[in-house]
């Protein structure tokens, strides 16, 4: 075999300065149409100026920014159809993995409910996404079945950035911890198609709610 050329390694970097141009989209601290001069973004975070293009790259990919006239990138606008159709696709992942949990009578440890409810109260849009995140990545692991969790993935920071954006307006449903608890006792007492239900009429109506106030929001539909 002959041999290869060595790479650089500095995936961990370019994951880095990816991860905080995501979560500063996603929180709305760059908003859409914010123009990314990669030369101010490598002086914030005191990295060089390569990591940032390869994560502006990534991010580019994905759809979340998009080439400018002249220099640099701006943040893409919002998509209200494309978060529905996510939402279509993400109801049914979660409802197979709420089934599939339900048939390992999986006990939702006690703590992610309780770090939901304190984030929902506490109104700050980090923690109440990550809670979420908590919540339903529990479910997608418990189903066993990996697959769930990496499709689910492909969607997930577009559905971050959506509801961050809909929470710098509007408040999160007071019913979702609800929501969240009653798929819990359901999958933990083994009713796998209760369970599957309530987690598809979860999904379901948090795609429409999202889809309704993130329109209103974006002023196309009448407030």
Not at 3 to 22: G, H, K, N, Y
Request: some cysteine.
């Amino acid at each position: 075999m002959s041999s290869l050329i060595q790479l650089e390694t500095a995936p961990d970097l370019v994951e880095r300065v990816w991860r905080v141009l995501l979560d500063a989209i996603c929180e709305g601290s760059l908003a859409p149409g914010a123009r990314i001069m990669q030369e101010d973004v490598a002086a914030q975070l005191a990295v060089s100026r390569q990591p940032v293009l390869q994560a502006l790259r990534l991010l580019k990919k994905d759809g979340f920014v998009l080439d400018a006239p002249g220099r640099g990138v701006l943040v893409a606008p919002l998509d209200v159809v494309q978060i529905e159709r996510i939402y279509q696709v993400r109801s049914t992942l979660d409802a197979l993995a709420a089934r599939l949990a339900a048939e390992q009578r999986y006990k939702l440890p006690a703590e992610i409910i309780k770090q939901g409810r304190e984030a929902l109260k506490s109104a700050q849009i980090k923690p109440m996404l990550e809670a979420d995140a908590r919540f339903h990545g529990a479910i997608y692991e418990a189903s066993g079945n990996p697959l769930i969790a990496q499709s689910a993935q492909l969607h997930w920071a577009h559905i971050r950035r959506a509801m961050g954006a809909v929470l710098q307006v509007s408040s999160m449903r007071a019913s979702i911890w609800d929501e969240h608890e009653a798929i819990a006792r359901a999958i933990a007492a083994g009713q796998a198609e209760r369970a599957e239900s309530l987690m598809r009429e979860h999904g379901q109506e948090a795609g429409r709610n999202l889809a309704r106030l993130l329109s209103k929001a974006l002023g196309s539909v009448p407030a």
